[in-house]
């Protein structure tokens, strides 16, 4: 029984562990803003335009059959609206913040694209070792002995 319950603090203290709880709060935390943000402001815009924000009425009947296709509607709506905030105010937003931090940064790379074949090769390189097509070595490389 000890060892269970060692075994089972070793598994909790682990770093993936707290990081994937802190990953779900945080998670239920940014649904419940963009929850909001969607019923506060994007469902209005949508009443505005459309005339109706609540299309759950919205119902055929075939053979005794109710088919509720408005439900259906107002959750594809929820879905599409959730999904734009998320892309334009979360996944935009730092996808502009990574390219600005790429643009500061010097090519670290040791190689680079043959000139014919496109096949990775040495910087130093004086011949492409792929397509034997001769290379420029890069200024910056020292050549080699």
């Known amino acids: 029984m000890v060892g269970v319950l060692r075994e089972f603090r070793n598994f909790i203290s ?11 709060v945080l998670g239920v ?10 019923a ?9 335009i459309f005339g109706a924000h609540d299309f759950s009425a919205l119902t055929f009947t ?4 109710e ?9 594809v709506i929820a879905f599409v609206s959730v999904a734009a905030a998320i892309f334009f105010f979360v996944v935009k937003p730092l996808n ?5 931090r790429q643009q500061g940064q010097p ?11 496109l096949s990775e090769i040495p910087k ?9 097509a001769p290379q420029t070595p890069v200024a910056d490389v020292p050549a080699a002995l």
């Open 14 to 24: 682990r770093g993936n562990v707290v990081d994937l709880a802190v990953a779900v």
């Open 40 to 48: 506060d402001i994007l469902t209005p815009i949508i009443a505005m």
């Open 29 to 38: 935390a940014f649904g419940a803003v963009v929850t909001a943000l969607v």
């Open 96 to 100: 502009m913040l990574a390219a600005r």
């Open 67 to 75: 088919f509720r296709y408005g439900a259906f509607i107002n959750a």
């Open 124 to 132: 130093a390189a004086r011949r492409c070792a792929y397509c034997t």
């Open 107 to 117: 090519d670290d790379s040791d190689t680079r694209a043959c000139t014919e074949c």
């Open 62 to 65: 075939i053979n005794g059959s």
